[in-house]
């Protein structure tokens, strides 16, 4: 089973899209069985389920690990996180999704009385033992290589949240598409979060805007303010004026 789904992945990334009928044709498999493949790679965050057949969730060569991401621009992360913190309030409700700098985010909260809502097994594991904060987590199903909760459940899940401010972050950003990140199924995730609260934050280093990601999950319209460690080019600084959105440089 395990082959046939790298086979369906292979044709997947070379074709974009696929029908469940084309699938048992080219694998000699029932539909039955394909239905049931793609379900099961769709659980995985592999691949999406779209009018009868699937398109690919995320491209595997461009996908960064949890753990290789937390060691990359540390400094970097670390003052755009400390700004971050500085802004959230005493007694505040806020959403942390999954990403290094979100994580880096959470290290700076340590000793507040807020409640923080999150899908991120390392963002729940950092904030778990101080009292102060109260934490609830989002389930679904583990995308290990960000360690988010994701998917149908996840998704269910956060149409019931209502916090203060919402802290996101990205693997890319297009003037025209908006922010994006490496996994689809991690993207519709973060779409469910956007409706979360009035005041949406991104947290990015200055290499997000060098090129987009594979799934866009929000446009400049959708969020609030940008926190980021350097000054972006015109052309970008052009579109988040145009936008009248906030970026904060630190």
Known sequence: MDKRFEHILDILLKEKKISVGELSSRLGVSEVTIRKDLTELEKKGRLLRRYGGAVPAENPLQVVSHLKRVSLRLEEKRRIAKFAASII???????????????ALAKELHGRDIRVVTNNIAVANELLWDDRITVEIIGGTVRRASEAMVGPRACKALENIRVDK????????????????QNAVEAETKQKMLRCAQEIIILADHTKFSR???ANFAKLDEIT??????????????????????????
């Open 212 to 214: 987009p990601a594979f």
């Open 166 to 181: 919402v802290f996101l972050g990205c693997s890319g950003f297009d003037t025209a598409l908006g922010f994006s990140s």
């Open 89 to 103: 309030k005493e007694g505040e409700n806020i959403l942390l999704d999954a990403g290094s700098t979100i994580l």
């Open 225 to 250: 303010k940008i926190i980021t460690d350097k000054k972006p080019d015109e052309n970008i600084l052009k579109a988040i004026k145009m936008k009248k959105k906030e970026l904060i440089i630190v």
